[in-house]
């Protein structure tokens, strides 16, 4: 049984609520702020981690819409997620620098993600993973890890550079593997001097944001 909220809590939970409802997805701090009609965006964060302790919220790492509700009684849930979108990736070489700094958000289905909260979005650059599904200026959907098998697609970082390629381990050494009919794509071969940034979820064509055009990543082409 959840705790009992106080009244500027039941209000900003009210508030959320309503805002879900009409527009699909959370409402910004400072959209909060404007709601509820206070000064500062420190007493809106104040009552969403207490929404959050008392088991109304939760709230996402790393977005600007990044409030879920937990229960939603009768109310009908949405079924989209903010996710942050950050540098983009060479899928052709290691010619793109990697950065932590995103100013992008793309909503996507729910049910892309799953119960996986650690979620970033990338652009890639390149074509040479075509024939997974990934093509130049594509959005790709990430996993937050440094752990994938054989086989998987990921982020891989190599000093400051960053690309999407397929996984290989064998006798030591790592092998990046493009995934394209095209000759001219080679395989970055590599020692342990690298790091998984990520594994690839799926991706979702640039040209539409439309979440029912995401391409699975296990699909075959």
Known sequence: MKQTLTKKQENLYKVILDYFKNNGF?????????KIKIKSL????????????KGYIRRQKNAKR???????GN??????KTI???????CDDLSVIANEHHDEFIEVDSNLVGNKNDIYAVRAVGDSMNDAGIENGDYILVEKTEVAENGEKV????????TVKKLERKGGVTVLWPESKDTKYRP??????????????????????????????????
Do not use: R, W
């Open 26 to 34: 959370s409402p910004t701090l400072e959209e909060l702020k404007e």
């Open 42 to 53: 420190n007493t809106v964060v104040y009552h969403l981690s207490a929404l959050e302790k």
């Open 66 to 72: 990044n409030i879920e509700i937990i229960d939603y």
């Open 75 to 80: 109310f009908n849930s949405p079924t989209t």
């Open 84 to 90: 942050p979108v950050f540098a983009s990736v060479g």
């Open 155 to 162: 982020v891989a970082i190599v000093g400051d550079m960053v």
């Open 188 to 221: 970055i071969i590599l020692q342990e001097n690298f790091k998984i940034a990520g594994k690839v979820i799926c991706t979702i064509p640039g040209n539409s944001m439309d979440v029912s055009d995401v391409v699975p990543i296990s699909q075959n082409y």
